[in-house]
C-alpha cells in the first residue's frame, strides 16, 4: 500500500524559500501510471493546487504560483520535492503531496488517490 | 481561469439524502472528482471520474455530472458523513478546486 510522507521546516521567514520533500513508500515513483502533486491548504480555506511533476520530470503548475514554484523529483530516493520562493504571510498553510492518476481518451481524467498527512508550514520572522 | 462553484453549507437530517452541487461552464465535459476532508485530516478521494467509487468507498456515496453541474449524493446520510467536500477537475493543464462545502448532519 502506498504511503506518502512529507517533510521539511515548519517555520520559514518572510522573503526566504520553503523547501518540502514527500517520500513515497510501498511502491515506486517511477511508475508511469501517476503524477506526483502538492496541495496546500491555509488555516479554514480550502485546497489550492500547487503543482504536479511526472516521473521524466515534466511539471505543470498553477499560473498564479508558477513564477515562484519549483517541483522536482529523484527517483533513486522515491522522493520529489518542493521550492517555493519568496515566500510572504499568505503561504502559511499546510502542505500536502499527492498521488494523481491520470488518463482518458475524449476526457482526460486527473485525480489525487493518494495523500500525506500534511505538514504545516508557518511563514513568520 | 476556469471555476467551480459550490455551496458553502448543505444540511441534512441522519437518514436522508444529502446532494452537493458543483458548478461549472461545461463541466460535464469533463470529469469530475470529489474528496472528503474531516477536520484535521487529509482529504480523502470518494468519487473519481464522475461516477466511480474507490475500494472501501460505502456504496451510499454516489455521484453524477451533466452539463454544467456534477452532483455528489449521499444516501442514507450517517453521522460519520458530517464533513467538507470539494469536487475538483481538470482544466487547461491545471487542476481546480471548488470552494468546499460543508456538509452537517442534524
Known amino acids: 500500500q502506498v504511503q506518502l510522507q512529507e517533510s521539511g521546516p515548519g517555520l520559514v521567514k518572510p522573503s526566504q524559500t520553503l523547501s518540502l520533500t514527500c517520500t513515497v513508500s510501498g511502491g515506486s515513483i517511477s511508475s508511469n501510471n501517476y503524477y506526483w502533486s502538492w496541495i496546500r491548504q491555509p488555516a479554514g480555506k480550502g485546497l489550492e493546487w500547487i503543482g504536479r511533476?511526472?516521473?521524466?520530470?515534466?511539471?505543470n503548475y498553477n499560473p498564479s504560483l508558477k513564477s515562484r514554484v519549483t517541483i522536482s523529483i529523484d527517483t533513486s530516493k522515491n522522493q520529489f520535492s518542493l521550492k517555493l520562493s519568496s515566500v510572504t504571510a499568505a503561504d502559511t498553510a499546510v502542505y500536502y503531496c499527492?498521488?494523481?492518476?491520470?488518463?482518458?481518451?475524449?476526457?482526460?481524467?486527473?485525480?489525487?488517490?493518494?495523500w500525506g498527512k500534511g505538514t504545516t508550514v508557518t511563514v513568520s520572522s | 481561469s476556469y471555476e467551480l462553484t459550490q455551496p458553502p453549507s448543505v444540511s441534512v437530517s441522519p437518514g436522508q439524502t444529502a446532494s452537493i452541487t458543483c458548478s461549472g461552464d461545461?463541466?460535464?465535459?469533463?470529469?469530475a472528482c470529489w474528496y472528503q476532508q474531516k477536520p484535521g485530516q487529509s482529504p480523502v478521494l470518494v468519487i473519481y471520474?464522475?461516477?466511480n467509487r474507490p475500494s472501501g468507498i460505502p456504496e451510499r456515496f454516489s455521484g453524477s455530472n451533466s452539463g454544467n453541474t456534477a452532483t455528489l449524493t449521499i444516501s442514507g446520510t450517517q453521522a460519520m458523513d458530517e464533513a467538507d467536500y470539494y469536487c475538483q477537475a481538470w482544466d487547461s493543464s491545471t487542476v481546480v478546486f471548488g470552494g468546499g462545502t460543508k456538509l452537517t448532519v442534524l
Open positions: 471520474q464522475d461516477t
Open positions: 499527492a498521488r494523481a492518476a491520470y488518463g482518458g481518451q475524449n476526457y482526460y481524467y486527473y485525480y489525487m488517490d493518494v
Open positions: 461545461k463541466l460535464g465535459d469533463k470529469y
Open positions: 511533476i511526472y516521473t521524466s520530470g515534466s511539471t
